[in-house]
């Protein structure tokens, strides 16, 4: 997921001029969760969270608020759980970097940026670590679910052959979206439900609402859904089927009628377009192999260092690569395999990984690299240049499929995880 996914809690309050005060009670413990404690505190960082993200929250009752606020604590909490225990960590590089995009996109230096999250009443420092968390958990939908969606080499020939009708589409689009599940159901009553409920959310957009501002009513924060407010140029390409289908009629402005996907239904806003720069005709692809050695709570990185160099000495004395892959390797979508990712891009690898990779000799032994998620070992077998239109339109084709799955497997993957965990909520007064 690009770093416009994980912008989730940041842009949306920023340009707002609400304030909100959290209930000023002392430090307890307010729940239990996988042996795992969340406190007042907690509850008062998302409490405050939660009504920037949501203005029109203060207005629930005080007893649906605080449930809603402890539901999604509880939630994040679990997901950020998981990921730490899966090895999935953000280091300080990939954060600073984070941190300067938000003040960019602001207009703001690192300075101003802290002083306007602290005029919001929300102290640095809670900002910061609930920024560290966000990128995890959006780092976990990508490793821990998205790539788990499987499509087919069927579905990609299918989705293309209905593509080439917009194969000469030259266009740019700016595209807000706002999404709204199915819940899991297929039935005929809750499609028609969803569809009218999504048609009076586009009613009142007719009618005067602003987009984001309605949106930002369906959006929660553990949701993997782009903020609308960070939509990004997208070539015709690089957008599903079914909202090129609707873009097509519509103008800057325009907001479409509801579009049906397989698990709900969308609505987008056309908010600009505009004429398409060419990009260079080929590219080089490498077919490579992989043992991947995550991080995890029970080893050091020293340790973890020379575990892998310890395979790493091993293959040069000789050893099968494919053979030490499916013995160690971590990751699930290469290891038995014997670590064959086949044929990457580099833009699809960490940046530490690409430039080994580029400089590498064919069948040369890389490593152990060190990246976010842990020390890699990498073979290069071989290259080949492709032409970009084929390897674009095969990616982004498999992109756009999971994209379009992506929102109801992370909320199957969501309840899976509460149904699993052990919690025990506490009573407290949050007055």
Known sequence: MRIYLLLIFILSFLTTTYSFSAPKILDAIIA????????????????????????????????????????????????????????????DIQFNELLRTIAKENNSTLDELKNKIESKGISWDDYQNNMRKQLVIQQAYRYLVAE??????????????????????????????????????????????????????RDSITQGKDFDTVS?????????????????WKKANELPIIFLNALVTMKAGEVSSPIRGDYGY????????????????????????????????????????????????????????AALAIQYSKDSNSAGNGGDLGWISLPMLPAELADAVRKAPPNSYLGPIKTTYGFHIIQVLETKQVSKGDLYREATARDNLIKLRLSDEVERWQRSLLTSAVIELKQFDDQ
């Open 32 to 91: 239990v969760i996988n042996d795992d404690i969340l406190t007042v505190s907690d509850y008062k960082t998302k409490y405050q969270q939660l009504m920037l993200e949501n203005p029109a929250l203060i207005s629930l009752p005080s007893k649906e608020r605080k449930k809603k606020v402890i539901d999604e604590l509880v939630l994040e909490h679990i997901q950020f759980q998981t990921a730490i225990r899966s090895g999935i960590r953000l280091d």
């Open 148 to 201: 788990q969606i499987e499509i087919s080499n069927e579905e990609i020939k299918n989705y293309l052959q209905e593509y080439d009708k917009f194969q000469n589409n030259t266009k740019e689009y700016q595209v807000q979206e706002l999404y709204i599940s199915f819940g899991g159901k297929n039935d005929l009553e809750t499609i028609n439900q969803t569809k009218q409920k999504i048609q009076s959310i």
């Open 216 to 232: 930002s009513h369906y959006l929660k924060s553990s949701s993997p859904q782009t903020n609308p407010t960070t939509a990004r």
């Open 266 to 321: 969308f609505l987008i806003r056309l908010s600009a377009i505009r004429e398409s720069e060419e990009l260079s005709a080929f590219e080089t692809q490498y077919h490579i192999r992989s043992i991947t050695i995550l991080k995890d709570q029970a080893r050091t990185s020293e340790t973890l260092q020379t575990f892998s160099n310890n395979i790493k000495k091993r293959l040069d004395a000789g050893e099968d690569f």
